[in-house]
């Protein structure tokens, strides 16, 4: 899951984007009302963390600009204003929710979770493909009910594939989703992180499939529904 972070307190700033990357996002992180405007245009989150207090402007301003041009991206307002009135405009202006500082990290991604998994949210607690379960939450993976370990990039992949289960993920879709702003990317690093998962699922066991198609992108698939396909023609 890939979150941008508006937020101006440069060390503040580092402590949240630490704490959520360890617990799997990737993040990207603007220090102003400009650059978060332009980052929200080029990249389509799939959450936004927003500190009203901007240098250059109110963040409560650029919410509503965003939900007047019709974006749907979940918004968690993050602010010291701690009045009632305060979090009353907050909401109405189109924010999903409103934690105030100081907070606990835990609560912070324990929201960013449960805004994630509102109806028509992308992020479902558990899912499933073949004997492969992946439990969002815990950002655990299992294979026949056993925990095996995969590295955060490596998950982000095989999460990804999940949620689209039978159907092509391009590859710049990939790189979008789990690499943020500044890291730097090879011409291959997609390819190496699902060469090693193909490897790390079909040594614990796992009967799906990663399918590199050429020029397009990957595609997951259920050893069952190939050998069906087969016989069918």
Request: net charge neutral; with cysteine; aromatic share 4%.
């Amino acid at each position: 899951m890939r979150l941008l972070l508006i937020e101006d307190h440069q060390r503040f700033a580092n402590f949240v984007k630490d704490g959520l990357e360890k617990e799997g996002f990737t993040v990207d992180c603007v220090n102003t009302a400009a650059t978060g405007e332009a980052a929200q245009a080029t990249v389509q989150y799939d959450s936004i963390i927003l500190d009203l207090g901007l240098p250059d402007q109110d963040g409560l301003d650029l919410l509503r600009s965003w939900r007047e041009d019709g974006s749907k991206t979940p918004v968690l307002i993050l602010t010291a204003r701690d009045g009632i009135d305060e979090r009353v405009k907050g909401l109405n202006s189109g924010g999903d929710d409103y934690l105030l500082k100081p907070f606990a990290m835990e609560e912070l991604i324990a929201r960013i979770r449960a805004l994630l998994r509102r109806p028509g949210g992308v992020l479902g607690l558990v899912i499933t493909a073949g004997n492969v379960s992946f439990d969002t939450t815990a950002r655990e993976v299992r294979i026949n009910e056993k925990t095996i370990s995969i590295p955060r990039r490596e998950m982000g992949v095989l999460e990804h594939l999940m949620r689209r289960n039978g159907r092509v993920v391009p590859k710049d879709v990939l790189e979008d989703k789990i690499y943020g702003f500044g890291k730097e990317v090879s011409s291959n690093s997609v390819e190496v992180h699902v060469s090693r998962l193909r490897k790390r699922l079909s040594g614990a066991g796992a009967n799906i499939i990663v399918h590199t198609l050429r020029g397009v992108g990957y595609l997951l698939s259920e050893e069952e529904s190939l050998t069906t396909q087969k016989t069918s023609s």
